[in-house]
């Protein structure tokens, strides 16, 4: 099975401010890494798939990089709405393991 | 406009089997995607249960297997979960999905599903 490793686990910030977060995957998998938004009540909501394709209407701030074992979500300007929880999820091989997520919080 | 509804009690006793159906709109099932479920224990992170294409193969995880049943209605255009001998670590917000290996575009809104006597 496929090992993802999230970092960092939370993460303070302002509006206006840019942030990155890191998945780690145990083994290569090419670019199947998605990244998904969660917001309290919610649930979650696919961001981009493929390691950097943006799911439709999701702002261009938000933008994905990597492939093989190692990957990032950055957000280039920190919007309010922003504020939630992001996880990465590999659908490489089944079990299509996640990431323990990050809790981005307003600073 | 594609949506999910997950239906199904909301408590289970220990040692009984917890049972979910999904309901599909704007999409029929026997099109493609993989339709499977996700579940997440109250504050904590997601974990992958298992999926189901719409031929019927089933991928299921590993530590749940023993447990798991998923099947697809193509008739009412739903797919279900069953899962067997629940104990209180099966407590979670349970969703059910629709993609596949470019992620799951779709979801449902969740429903809590509580294993208490």
């Known amino acids: 099975d496929i090992q993802m490793s999230q970092s960092p686990s939370s993460l303070s910030a302002s509006v206006g401010d840019r942030v990155t977060i890191t998945c780690r995957a145990s083994?290569?998998?090419?670019?199947?890494l998605n990244w998904y938004q969660q917001k309290p009540g919610k649930a979650p909501k696919l961001l981009i798939y493929a390691a950097s394709t943006l799911q439709s209407g999701v702002p261009s701030r938000f933008s994905g990089r990597g492939s093989g074992t190692d990957f990032t979500l950055t957000i280039s300007a920190l919007q309010p709405e922003d504020f939630a929880s992001y996880f990465c999820q590999q659908s490489y091989s089944v079990p299509y393991s996640f990431g323990q997520g990050t809790k981005l919080d307003l600073k | 406009q594609v949506q999910l509804q997950e239906s199904g009690p909301g408590l289970v006793k220990p040692s009984e089997t917890l049972s979910l159906t999904c309901g599909i709109s704007g999409y029929f099932i026997t099109s493609g995607f993989q339709w499977g479920w996700i579940r997440q224990p109250p504050g904590k992170g997601l974990e992958w249960i298992g999926h189901i294409s719409r031929s019927g193969v089933t991928d299921y995880s590993a530590s749940l297997k023993s447990r798991l049943i998923m099947s697809v209605d193509t008739s009412k255009n739903q797919f279900s979960l069953n899962l067997t001998k629940v104990t209180a670590t099966d407590t979670a917000i349970y969703y059910c999905?629709?993609?596949?290996?470019?992620?799951?575009?779709?979801w449902g809104r969740g429903t809590l599903v509580t294993v208490s006597s």
């Open positions: 999905v629709g993609g596949g290996g470019s992620g799951y575009h779709y």
């Open positions: 083994q290569s998998m090419s670019t199947y």
